[in-house]
């Protein structure tokens, strides 16, 4: 009887060191030192992509963005992208007023994002690198490897053209 007592014990904890490293593969996270960002201004119609550094601060219309940390899992797993962000507003009275501070889950971007009367901010991605430079005091994870000069949404095409606004054609005259 105590042998085959023993026999489970060493089975379950033999079962147990099996599925110990499968449950700290699932946990392991990967801190990124850039946030990607959406932004849409109501009243032009306007959606803006922005990239910000851990630690930053970046204006968008009335609104701070501070992004604090930014995690991704790795592409063995499912994505799972999170982080932990700051949003002031700046009043008319120049003012400055936390509205926001929490966790935003870039798969569910309606249910935590910032909605404000006039702007809206929702996490998309977080990034190992930019094409933006960081700032001068940047002291967040390390910045792995450079974007690809393509990938910067705020670039626009580079075939020296001005593409200014589109105004659209006249209807030709039906008569």
Known sequence: MRAVRRLRA???IAAMA???????????????????????????GRII????YIGET??????????????????????????????DEITL???????FSGWMFAASPGLHAVEHP??????????AASTVPPPDDYAGPPITGTAAEGDDPLAGPEDGQDHG????????FEG
């Open 93 to 99: 009275n120049n003012e400055v007023r936390r509205i």
């Open 165 to 172: 606004p589109i105004v659209p054609r006249a209807k030709p």
């Open 10 to 12: 060493g089975l379950g």
């Open 49 to 52: 992509s922005f990239d910000v």
């Open 118 to 127: 006039v702007y809206d901010i929702w996490l998309t991605d977080c990034k």
């Open 58 to 87: 970046v204006q968008f219309g009335a609104l701070q963005v501070t992004p604090r940390v930014c995690y991704t899992r790795p592409q063995t797993e499912s994505p799972l992208t999170t982080g932990f962000v700051q949003v």
């Open 18 to 44: 099996a599925v110990m490293p499968l449950a700290s593969a699932h946990a392991e996270k990967i801190e990124n030192p850039v946030a990607v960002f959406s932004g849409l201004d109501k009243i032009t």
